[in-house]
């Protein structure tokens, strides 16, 4: 899709015709294959009706779509992301689910969806990459029915802590951070979830806190979550990305030490869109 207008609507830190296409999907793969069956279980615990209307925004391969679908077995799936490629791959994922699932190329804060006309929206590391977080999440007060819930699961780099680090990590979290925020994003939006959500009129917000780390999920799965994306978008003006592979090196080389330790976390923010519009 056109990207960037004056609004900066179509401004993102996530396209991936600036990235490594292959390299990205293997990394989404990754990531869901050690989060998925975690989340999906967050979700159902917030007692998701099986006739249900789900929105996954920003759906990206269609991962968390399919899981998603399996909470409602009885209701209807709409995909949305800025990306055709990857929504062709999300539409062959679920094409099991026939006319439930339904995949449309949108941005976040303009989406072809009726009022009142969903009761849950996930939306899974998308937020990071928003540039008006706060226009997407009015976008979804307008499409979620009174009641309906809001899911926001991101990241922060302030939790990304490694013993013994190796020489250049802090340089490469700077690094990425500002690469990131030069495309409008935010590698620290973790933390904020609760006051946007509040900000954004959302009710009974909620915040936890899933821990993700080197000894659960194996140091190579961590090592490509949590560097392969930083990689690309460090900031060329405080290191390239041949810098950036040393520095990943030297982390997947400690698998081979004992007691080292590596951690990160996950935030999923939850919201109720309140019955009377504010
Ligand atoms: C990091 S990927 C996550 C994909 C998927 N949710 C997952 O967890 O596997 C971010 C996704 O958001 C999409 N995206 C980024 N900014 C967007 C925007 N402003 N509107 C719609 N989609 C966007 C990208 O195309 C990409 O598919």
Redesign the pocket.
């Known amino acids: 899709m056109d990207r960037a207008d004056d609004l900066g609507q ?1 401004l ?1 830190s ?1 396209d ?1 015709d600036q990235l490594d296409r292959g390299a990205e999907l293997r990394r ?1 793969e990754r ?2 294959a050690v989060a998925l069956d975690r989340e999906r279980a967050a979700v159902a615990s917030l007692g998701v009706d099986p006739g249900a209307t789900v929105l ?6 269609g ?2 779509s399919a899981r998603l679908l399996e909470l409602v077995p009885a209701g209807a799936l709409i995909g ?4 055709p490629a ?1 929504l062709a791959r999300a539409r062959e994922r679920c094409a099991g689910a026939g006319a439930r699932a339904r995949f449309v190329e ?4 303009a989406l072809p969806i009726d009022d009142q006309s969903v009761d849950l929206v996930y ?4 937020f990071q ?2 540039p008006r977080p706060l226009v ?1 999440l009015a976008e979804l007060r307008r499409v979620l029915r009174p009641g309906g819930r809001v899911c926001v699961l991101d990241t922060d780099d302030g939790n990304l802590l490694v013993h013994p680090a190796p020489p250049g990590l802090d340089h490469l979290l700077r690094a990425s951070a500002a690469g990131q925020r030069a495309r409008g994003g935010d590698r620290h939006v973790g933390r904020k979830l609760r006051a946007l959500l509040t900000q954004a009129g959302f009710a009974q917000v909620a915040v936890r806190l899933e821990p993700f780390t080197a000894e659960a999920a194996g140091w190579e799965a961590f090592v490509d979550v949590t560097m392969g ?1 930083k990689r690309q978008i460090v900031d060329p003006a405080l290191m390239s990305a041949e810098e950036a592979d040393v520095v990943i090196g030297a982390l997947r080389a400690l698998s081979a030490e004992a007691g080292a330790w590596a951690q990160t976390a996950a935030y999923l923010a939850v919201g109720a869109r309140p019955a009377e519009a504010a």
């Open positions: 179509g993102t996530y991936l989404l990531q869901a996954d925004l920003g759906c990206g391969p991962l968390m949305v992301d800025a990306d990857l949108a941005w976040a804060d939306a899974r590391f998308l990459h928003l997407v994306f």
